[in-house]
Structures are given as C-alpha cells and as structure tokens.
T-cell receptor
C-alpha cells in the first residue's frame, strides 16, 4: 500500500547518458513534486505539477524535463547527465495548492560516474 | 529573502533530554511553517506544522514555538528518545499562494544517546 513510489531506487550511470525516474502516487492527490537532495542533505524543489499543469519550475538546467501523463504520475527525464547531478531525487504529492501535507516517496539515489 | 536558516547543523542529546532546533526566515509573506523528519534511506515525513496566527502548537512530545515579530520558529522535542534520532528540516511556504512551494532549511542531524 505504498502511497508514493519511485523507480528505480538506485541508478548508477556514466556521464553523458540519459536516464528517467518514475513516480506514482495512489493517494488521489492532484499535485506532485520533484525535489533534489544533495550530499549535504539540502532539499530543494525542482518542479511541481497541479492537475498535469506545471506550476513550479525552479532554476533547473533544461536537461531536466518533467512529464506528467496523468495526475497520479510524474516522471523526470535527465539528458546528458553530469557529475553534479549525483543526488537523491524525491517525488512528493499533496492535495491542492495550499498548505496541505506533502507526502514524499522513498527517493532515487542517482550516481553519475 | 527566500532563505530559511536552520541551526544547529547537528545536535547530540541524552535520552530524556530536550532537543531544540531553531529556524529563521526573512520573507514576511510566508504563512505556513512545517517541520519534516527524515530517517536514513527514507523520504521526509511531516512531523508538525504551524501557521502564524498562533504562537505555539503541541503534538505529543513535539512543540513548535513561533515568534512572528522576530521571524523565528523552533522545534522542541521533550523527553527525547533514541527513536527520535533523525534529520529534521524546518520549512516555510505560502499556504494561500498560487503555488505550494516550500523553502526548506538546511537540516539538523539529531542523535539521541541512550
């Protein structure tokens, strides 16, 4: 009964490759997010979608492209991976745009060699 | 102005003691202040949250104190237990805004010694 799930949990790849991370939530929420947590554990919002509409797009390189096929899914595709992209990526979801609780997934640890 | 400053970076407390983590913000438009708890290898999970119309909120052993004039808020963990050992993040957001963007603090690694 996982609320927010991500695949894969670990991703090891070479510089220059393209990779995708998938996220699914079964909470019936209409808003989903991608966060990046760096090696110092700093947590920063990257993107947010509400009803498949992009509502938050932080200053993220355009090598990162989110895609929301429906309200329950938000995928993250990364082109031309760089060493600095190594981090833990968290997907989250919430109901509505207000101050409702954000539920986080277990994270995807991306290592770029 | 979008930053949320959190201290200390790490904290060691004896079992049964009080853990205190402090945060400060600059943007007076923020009106939602949650605390998230993260265990190793897991995603953050909401612990407790407060809105600026109250100065304190308590849930079990966890209390948020909020000082609107000083633009500061803190988390107090009473009777700290080894199971509380985790990283704690404060955050600030605009609850009524067009987005639900949260700005997170830098995190505090809490270790409760038995």
């Amino acid at each position: 009964d996982t609320a927010v799930s991500q695949t894969p949990k670990y991703l090891v790849t070479q510089m220059g490759n393209d990779k995708s991370i998938k996220c699914e939530q079964n909470l019936g929420h209409d808003t989903m997010y991608w966060y990046k947590q760096d090696s110092k554990k700093f947590l920063k919002i990257m993107f947010s979608y509400n009803n498949k509409e992009l509502i938050i797009n932080e200053t993220v390189p355009n090598r990162f492209s989110p895609k929301s096929p429906d309200k329950a899914h938000l995928n993250l595709h990364i082109n031309s991976l760089e060493l600095g992209d190594s981090a833990v990526y968290f997907c989250a979801s919430s109901q509505g745009r207000g101050d409702n609780e954000q539920f986080f997934g277990p994270g995807t640890r991306l290592t770029v060699l | 102005q979008q930053q949320v400053k959190q201290s200390p970076q790490s904290l060691i407390v004896q079992k049964g003691g009080i853990s205190i983590i402090n945060c400060a913000y600059e943007n007076t438009a923020f009106d939602y202040f949650p605390w998230y708890q993260q265990f190793p290898g897991k995603g953050p999970a909401l612990l407790i949250a407060i809105r600026p119309d109250v100065s304190e909120k308590k849930e079990g052993r966890f209390t948020i104190s909020f000082n609107k004039s000083a633009k500061q808020f803190s988390l107090h963990i009473m009777d700290s237990q080894p199971g509380d050992s985790a990283t704690y993040f404060c955050a600030a957001g605009l609850g009524g805004g067009a987005t639900n963007k949260l700005i997170f603090g830098t995190g505090t690694l809490l270790a409760v010694q038995p």
